[in-house]
């Protein structure tokens, strides 16, 4: 996106209506080239999100990296090194850029999160460690180091937090995990508390996955190819999200947040994540148009981002008068056959197995590169 070709009037009103909105999406020509801090300046673009899937596409191309990669194979360092190495430098690169954001924001936007090795998904301690080292190699104050919302990660989640390094909670499916999420962070400024920490320091997203949902729900109720299941495709996402909006509400309005607020903490944000329609058969903004609620984030890939700048239909508050509808549609999903609690699961295990996948594939495009340039990378 350039500047020239990004109307800004929806996300204006997106911002005017509580939505920060970030970019899923970092590469190391999207920096030098100036793209990212275009779409600081002019593009409402407020945060940044990486993922395992996208440094893979952005390293595997090579484009942008074979500088750092030569000098990293002439340091013969490993292939974990050398990957860590460039997504820590990318990370800190765009930390930069969104500093201004983040100065401007007390620091609520102006974020870059990056995320632990997806491998160490189901170790607490193995977590813990690395979003360590990932705080203290990009060293800035705007990082968030992201973690899976897996069983093992909740109580790294709070350890994390209780260290004082800000967390963007990743793969979260269910409205049961997102409340054991919320309670995780809870947990971790209570720690942060004891140990006298500063809470306004500490900022937290817990990122809800939406466009995901649907798919593999829609996929449910297409084989199931009755009427109404039909006319169920494309609500179970929204009427998860919007759900989960409503347990932020309750959470973040109950007594044990009242002390915790009293003593300058942050709310922990939704974020809108996945946000990108599967279906073509959908409007290309559905899950920014019906996804606008006082207080979220909504990160979107460049095509959404686009769009939405585009023709985003932006009309206020579409979440919390929902929340009725949002319940009977889940319910008449149920009624098809289509077990949620089954459908979140496996979407939680798919999400971690296409985050290793991918950051195997950057691997071994690493050690091919290191190894091209006569170093074996092992």
Same mark, same amino acid.
């Given at each position: 996106?350039?500047?020239?070709?990004a109307p800004a009037e929806p996300l204006e009103r997106l911002a005017e209506a509580g939505v920060s909105v970030w970019?899923?999406?970092?590469?190391?020509?999207?920096?030098?080239?100036?793209? &990212? !801090?275009? *779409?600081?300046?002019? +593009?409402h673009v407020v945060g940044v999100t990486t993922n395992p899937s996208i440094f893979q596409a952005a390293i595997g191309s090579g484009e942008g990296y074979e500088?750092? &990669? !030569?000098? *990293?194979?002439?340091? +013969?360092?490993?292939v974990d090194e050398a990957v860590r190495m460039m997504t820590t430098a990318d990370v800190?690169?765009?930390?930069?850029?969104?500093?201004?954001?983040?100065?401007?924001?007390?620091?609520?936007?102006?974020?870059v999160s990056i995320e632990v090795d997806p491998r160490l998904a189901h170790d607490t301690a193995a977590t813990v460690a690395?979003?360590?080292?990932?705080?203290?190699l990009v060293d800035r104050p705007n990082v968030m180091v992201k973690i899976p919302a897996t069983r093992a990660g909740l109580p790294a989640i709070t350890e994390v937090l209780a260290l004082g390094i800000s967390v963007n909670v990743t793969l979260i499916f269910s409205l049961e995990r997102y409340r054991e999420v919320m309670d995780a962070y809870l947990a971790g400024?209570?720690?942060?508390?004891?140990?006298?920490?500063?809470?306004a320091s500490i900022h937290s997203v817990?990122?809800?996955f939406v466009s995901r949902v649907d798919g593999e729900i829609d996929k449910r109720l297409e084989k199931?190819?009755?009427d109404e299941a039909l006319a169920l495709r494309g609500r179970a996402a929204l009427a998860n999200a919007r759900l989960a909006y409503e347990a932020y509400e309750e959470v973040f309005g109950g007594p044990r947040w009242t002390a915790l607020g009293g003593a300058r903490a942050n709310r922990q944000r939704p974020l809108w994540a996945s946000t990108g329609v599967k279906d073509p058969a959908y409007k290309d903004t559905l899950y920014v148009d019906e996804l606008v609620a006082p207080g979220t984030v909504n990160t979107m890939p460049e095509a959404t981002l686009r769009a939405a700048a585009d023709h985003a239909d932006v009309r206020g508050d579409t979440v919390t008068g929902g929340y009725a509808q949002a319940r009977a549609d889940l319910a008449a999903v149920e009624r098809q056959g289509v077990s949620y609690d089954d459908v979140v699961r496996q979407l939680e295990d798919e999400g971690v197995a296409k985050f290793e996948a991918a950051w195997g594939d950057l691997l071994d495009a690493v050690a091919l590169s290191l190894r091209s340039k006569g170093v074996d990378g092992e």
């Open positions: 996106m350039t500047e020239a070709t970019l899923d999406d970092l590469s190391r020509t999207r920096l030098t080239s100036g793209g &990212l !801090a275009g *779409l600081v300046r002019t +593009g500088e750092q &990669l !030569a000098d *990293l194979a002439v340091r +013969g360092v490993t800190r690169d765009a930390a930069d850029v969104l500093r201004p954001v983040y100065d401007a924001t007390g620091g609520r936007d102006g974020r690395e979003a360590r080292q990932l705080a203290w400024l209570e720690k942060a508390q004891a140990a006298g920490l500063d809470l817990a990122s809800f199931t190819g009755t």
